[in-house]
């Protein structure tokens, strides 16, 4: 954990304040223990009894990297269940596109690709770089971007009568206060994901906006599905699913499995617009508390993560992504700016 992370401090040891009180660490993953247990038992039931109720048991987007592949292989496979795998083909690499396409001739799961506007798109990117809110460009990006395509999944699974949204989020992934295990019901009922800030800036037509999840826009008494996020109800380790993918022949190598190479290319971007904000990855947190509670590998990241760093501050390898990215938007360096308060682009719980 970098010492510039708020609130880490380290000891002469090197030792920081999270991992210093054994029994609190503990206690901790206990909880978190007892909390998946609690998932597990829902997740089960909830398969159990939603199975068979449509032509499909449930939907999973599909971004390509080893969780959403995983993911896949074991609904479909070892659950036996009748999967319809979702991808939005918004800058989505090489590579996992290859990973897509070798995962769904593996596993005979039919596909929807969905490409919006583009345009749009860069838009909404370079308005929100250069608008920042105070936790800088990853959280800015992410929970407006991940809103658009977890929309998009949901506006799917009510048109083909899916129950179930099953998504390939790591624990830790979202945030915790937006998901942990499932959005809420009200999330989905009774909130309109248009971001209010976007909203506000006049920046965007109703066109742009409509492309947000507003359950107004739907028939009074939808039903709409659950969202799941299935690794926060079962075991989880990061490097154990990069092996099984590569040993069940769903991706093509350890290469294709790792989240350095299959992540969505402007990621770079905002990684390097935090780098220079913070002075520490913004997943840093989240990695750190993987390993701490044994879910991810303390020696593959204590190398992992400086080196990554140093790539994209110099945008050297997939660092040049960082280059790439800027020139498709327009932006220079100077242009990367926080400027919004915390929580401008959190949408609002209005009931229908």
Sequence with gaps: MPVAVPGVSLADDGICNLCRDPAAL????????????????DLQQTLERTRGQGEYDCLVPLSGGKDSIFLLYRLAVELKLRVLAFTVDINIPTI???NIRRALGKLNIDHISYSPSHDFYRRLFRYLLCNQEARGAVYTISYVYAPLFEGDAIRLAVQKGIPLVLAGYSPGQPEPERMLYEFSPQLLRDTDWTPPELAACGEFTSDDLGRFHNPRRFPV??????????????????????????????????????PIHSNYPINWLLMYSDLRAFGYNPYAPEFSSLIRHGKANRNYWRMMGPL?????????????????????LGLTADDLRISKPRGAYDPVITPR
């Design 26 to 41: 503990a206690s901790e993953a206990a909880q978190a223990e007892k909390g998946r247990r609690s998932f597990a038992d």
């Design 96 to 98: 996992a596109w290859e």
């Design 221 to 258: 008494g939808t039903a709409f599905p659950r969202y799941l996020a299935p690794f926060h109800a079962w075991p989880y380790n990061q490097e154990e699913i990069m092996r099984r993918v590569v040993e069940l022949d769903l991706v093509a190598s350890s290469k294709h499995a790792n």
């Design 308 to 328: 990554v760093d140093f790539l994209i501050r110099n945008r050297l390898g997939p660092g040049k992504e960082v280059t790439r990215s800027m020139q498709w």
